[in-house]
């Protein structure tokens, strides 16, 4: 089932995406795609529910981030080869784990906003893993027990504050805008290898990246593992599990965002995303 939040910023509501691709309310079952929701009594609920006898959602409407008031946002870093190698790092003997704040966190299509004093911001298409019930000290053959569904995620990037500017990734992975999820949280049911789909970004109709889940270091499953030998993930918990080769920073020359720019990309099954590059008014 592919799930979704669509409205106004703050007054997002649940609702699924029929056969024909439109929007069905589901309010009378649960109000938000929250932590709650994803617990798996209330998501058999929802699995169970006949998309075909629940209101149309008539109107166009925003489309929000796919999950939202949840606990951790997650990623694992250079977890493609190709990825590791055009930026000129080795290739990690185990996942590189960092955060990125929840202040990133936007619907699929709302506007990327450059910060204050940035030179060198950037793209990465990646295959988000959402946690669907607690899960600590699992086993790696375990794993997909613990995950409800899976959704787009564009890490974007400012490369000068994570590289250049001391300390770790996260205040380069972390600002306002900086992860667009969605449109839509698939339910582990309607993907049945997360290790076989297709990634891609375009910038302004210009293919960037083109890779495939099947060429990453870590699968979903040792990811989710080893994870949880660390820390408690928890119902709703984003992981972003690192992207393929393509990101600006390993084009020779660079190449960084700018206002203007636009960004398209998706995964296979789980929905396109598409951002206009804006310049922070506050900035």
Known sequence: MKLVRYGDVGSEKAGLIDKQGRIRQLVDIVDDITPEALHPKNLDQILAADPEKLPIVMTEQRIGACITHFQKFLAIGLNYTDHAE???AKAPSEPIVFSKQLNCVVGPNDDVLLPRG?????????LGVVIGKQAKYIKEGQALDYVAGYCTVNDISEREYQIERQGQWTKGKSCDTFGPIGPWLVTK?????PQNLRLWLDLNGKSMQDGSTKDMIFGVEEIVAYVSKFMTLMPGDLI????????????????????????????KGLGDQRQKVVADPEA
Do not use: H, N, R
Request: with cysteine; aromatic share 4%.
């Open 189 to 193: 049911d309607e993907v049945k290898d």
């Open 86 to 88: 055009e930026t000129g």
């Open 240 to 267: 972003c599990t690192g992207t393929p080769a393509g990101v600006g920073l390993g084009k020779k020359p660079q190449i960084f965002l700018k206002a203007g720019d636009v960004m398209t990309l998706g995964v």
């Open 118 to 126: 940035s030179v060198k911001s950037d793209w990465e298409v990646e």
